[in-house]
């Protein structure tokens, strides 16, 4: 079976720009999670999503946002780059919110 | 607040020597916690976690952890360690107050071990 998916592995913008970010869970998983793992940190979470809703958000800017379609795969937008966006993004699938999390491989965001 | 901390930046440890590394916790409430491996370039993977039951977990690789109520703690061991072992390690706590399922992870911890 596939794991989760994520695209694109490496992303390059300037600054002010937009990015969207995609992540395919593992199938039968209804729950996506968005984290941001800056270099020499541990991920910090930006949103869950849970059955095309919105269940949580992080300590993040209205510049994060996010959705999940109908086949449960997602997409975070990210508007206004700044340099402090520069970051691995990572998409974690679960079966419900509460088990355990699969991690995608991540994309990296690079911003001048 | 739910908070992990991990007090080392690097661990390094011999080829076949058992190795820990450590995690303290703070919550309010019983303690969800986890431990998550981060090879480069790759996605955080899940080796163990801690909701109820007996203080000691078994995991994924060999991998235990020992939960340790009084001294809120949750390290990470392993009898014998490998080469392969070398990476990064992530503890973590559910944000069980948010119903989110949202995980709260510590600094991470380098794991290096030598031949």
């Known amino acids: 079976d596939a794991g989760v998916t994520q695209s694109p592995t490496h992303l390059i913008k300037t600054r002010g720009q937009q990015v969207t970010l995609r992540c395919s869970p593992i199938s039968g998983h209804k729950s996506v999670s968005w984290y941001q793992q800056v270099l020499g940190q541990g991920p910090q979470f930006i949103f869950q999503?849970?059955?095309?809703?919105?269940?949580g958000r992080g300590n993040f800017p209205d510049r994060f946002s996010a959705r999940q379609f109908p086949n449960y795969s997602s997409e975070l937008n990210v508007n206004a780059l700044l340099l402090g966006d520069s970051a691995l993004y990572l998409c974690a699938s679960s079966w419900d919110p509460n088990e355990k999390l699969f991690f995608g491989s991540g994309t990296q965001l690079s911003v001048l | 607040a739910q908070s992990v901390a991990q007090p080392e930046d690097q661990v390094n440890v011999a080829e076949g020597n058992p190795l820990t590394v450590k995690c303290t916790y703070s919550?309010?409430?019983?303690?969800?916690l986890f431990w998550y491996v981060q090879y480069p370039n790759r996605g955080l993977q899940f080796l163990l976690k801690?909701?109820?039951?007996?203080?000691l977990v078994k995991g994924s690789y060999g991998f235990e952890a020992e939960f340790n109520k009084s001294q809120t703690s949750f390290h990470l061991k392993k009898p014998s360690a490998l080469v392969s072992d070398s990476a990064l390690y992530f503890c973590?706590?559910?944000?069980?107050?948010?119903?989110?399922?949202?995980?709260?992870f510590g600094q991470g911890t380098t794991l290096q071990v030598k031949p």
């Open positions: 801690y909701i109820t039951g007996d203080n």
């Open positions: 919550v309010s409430g019983n303690p969800y």
């Open positions: 999503y849970y059955e095309k809703e919105e269940r």
């Open positions: 973590a706590v559910r944000d069980i107050p948010s119903n989110t399922g949202k995980l709260i």
